[in-house]
């Protein structure tokens, strides 16, 4: 069980619509406990996930809430993906604050956004994540495997925490 953190207040700006656990998300074979914002500009078309592209108030309106959601699951997975809906357009300030107790906790960070970043170094306190695939889905693309299209980079980082391209179509 991780530690509740007064640090993580500012998750109730927040669009979290659900958290589950996932067994695909993070390569490896390894479980990831999946947090699902609403809110997503990217209009991928083909988008799997249309129902999260209108911003929804969480449930979670109560840092406890989530800590709770997160608990329940921290026993299965070393892993916690960030997905959506665009988890990139969140509020930072909460953002900071979520991804600071996870790593405080000594859970490991993988973050899927549709926008096209160049480096991860852009992307402000999300470089703070191990991994991060970025890039549209297209229909036309689609791998029928991981990632979903293959159009989309992955970054990883190496054992200096230095970000390194693992994929790059
Ligand atoms: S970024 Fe993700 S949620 Fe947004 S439109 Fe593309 S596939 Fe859908």
């Avoid at 299965?76 to 960030?82: I, K, L, N, P, S």
Wanted: aromatic fraction near 10%.
């Amino acid at each position: 069980m991780i530690k509740e953190s007064n640090s993580i207040i500012g998750v109730s700006h927040l669009t979290v619509r659900n958290v589950g656990l996932g067994f695909v998300d993070v390569p490896g074979g390894k479980t990831s406990i999946n947090i699902y914002f609403s809110g997503c500009s990217v209009h991928c078309s083909g988008c799997h996930a249309k129902t999260l592209w209108e911003p929804i108030d969480s449930d979670y309106t109560d840092h406890r809430g989530l800590i709770e959601e997160i608990n329940k699951r921290v026993a299965y997975a070393e892993w916690v993906c960030f997905l959506g809906g665009e988890p990139t357009e969140q509020n930072d300030d909460a953002i900071r604050s979520l991804i600071t107790w996870l790593k405080e906790n000594g859970l490991k960070m993988c973050l899927y956004s549709g926008k096209e970043w160049n480096h991860p170094s852009e992307m402000g306190i999300w470089s703070v994540v191990d991994m991060i695939i970025v890039g549209p889905y297209v229909e036309e693309k689609r791998t029928g495997g991981w990632p979903a299209s293959s159009n989309q980079k992955v970054w990883t980082k190496d054992r200096s925490d230095e970000w390194s391209l693992l994929k790059d179509m």
